[in-house]
């Protein structure tokens, strides 16, 4: 299968974001949240676990009636009430998790791969039966045996699912290894394919880049890369690298990643780190002379892309790394006309003035902003 040029994305906050410790989203934060994802132009949010409780009912059942224009889908475990759950609260479109490997199957079930097969069947089989569209989850796929997948997503094709999520569940691919496999996968079995993958050593955006170069066309991931332990893919760092990096065409509207961040990070009740990629308060801020200078000479030249692009400015900051032009661009925002041999007197004041271990003076906000290229 050759690699497509569009992907889509369904964004799990509301679903493995809130399962990271500690977080619990009230109803109207979760509305906030799914309005603020659609926004930012996300195909589908997967918006909760409608058998884990009424507040996980409740939750879904709000984000069903938003009307949004991305699809709203429910999670289910591969149990039959799962799905009764889910089309309590008026779900049309399911998501149902079926563990794939021998580990989660044998030790966690209790039971082998035929009879996992078969339960899959039957609740995949159900599902469909009473579901306008159901994607199936193949939980731990990356501890399972290549052919069992293979197998068992070929049986769950035959009774006509057409998505599959390759659940990296805790986040041991590495994005080299894995093209290949996933590539070999693909091939083995044609369908849509997703890549959930966590981020437990870090990796979880380059695997799913990865997975997206081996043909898979959807991404799931998490504003800010919220999760299960150390969490998952961010949404704003695949889609901007999808974006910039590897050509891709998605829905976004990337100006909306800052404040749908601040969002997440307020309900969530964990905050952006200032240098998380794309939207941490550092993303696109410049101390040292050097780079000051050549930003403000071409920005691209320590820029990847515009920050106008995610609706924000880059930020010039005074500090013991500061250099004329830093100094230059600080009196201009403040209309102040210096000379040049005050500047230099200005740079050692502030060099001599910066608190040991880095911190800054200021920021100053940039007022010679470049367009990009
Ligand atoms: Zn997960």
Redesign the pocket.
């Known amino acids: 299968m050759t690699a497509t040029t569009s992907i889509s994305f369904c964004d799990?906050t509301l679903r493995?974001g809130q399962?990271a410790a500690g977080v619990a989203f009230s109803v109207d934060d979760a509305v906030d949240i799914a309005l603020a994802l659609d926004a930012a132009g996300v195909d589908q949010i997967e918006a909760g676990i409608p058998a884990a409780g009424a507040h996980g009912a409740q939750t879904v059942a709000a984000v069903l009636q938003l009307n949004l224009k991305a699809t709203v889908s429910a999670w289910c475990r591969c149990r039959l009430e799962d799905v009764d759950a889910a089309r309590a609260v008026g779900a049309a479109d399911l998501h149902i998790a079926v563990p794939a490997s021998d580990l989660h199957i044998g030790q966690l079930l209790g039971i082998d791969r035929k009879e996992m097969l078969s339960r899959a069947v039957a609740v995949v089989a159900y599902a469909l039966e009473h579901s306008a569209s159901v994607s199936v989850g193949l939980e731990d796929a990356s501890r399972a045996d290549e052919g069992f997948l293979v197998d068992l997503g070929g049986r769950l094709s035959e009774l006509g699912v057409r998505r599959f999520r390759y659940?990296d569940?805790v986040g041991v691919l590495e994005p080299i290894g894995a093209l290949e496999r996933l590539r070999r996968l693909t091939r083995q079995l044609p369908a849509e394919w997703e890549m959930?993958a966590?981020n437990d050593f870090g990796l979880a955006t380059a695997n799913t880049l990865a997975a997206l170069q081996a043909g898979f066309s959807w991404a799931s991931t998490t504003v800010s890369g919220i999760?299960?332990r150390a969490g998952?893919a961010s949404f704003a760092e695949v889609a901007m690298a999808a974006r910039y990096l590897c050509g891709r065409t998605l829905n976004l509207n990337a100006a909306e990643l800052p404040a749908l961040a601040t969002l997440v990070a307020r309900a969530s009740g964990i905050p952006v780190p200032a240098c998380a990629p794309v939207v941490g308060s550092r993303a696109f801020a410049h101390e040292s002379g050097v780079h000051v200078d050549g930003t403000l000479k071409a920005s691209r030249a320590y820029e990847p892309y515009d920050p106008a692009d995610i609706g924000v400015r880059r930020r010039l900051v005074l500090g013991a790394q500061s250099g004329r032009a830093s100094l230059r661009a600080a009196a201009a925002a403040f209309d102040l006309d210096v000379t040049e041999e005050e500047l230099v007197a200005l740079v050692e004041v502030v060099r001599s003035s910066a608190v040991p271990g880095g911190r800054s003076l200021a920021g100053s906000r940039s007022r010679h902003q470049v367009p990009a290229a």
């Open positions: 799990t493995d399962q659940a569940t959930h966590h999760g299960e998952n």
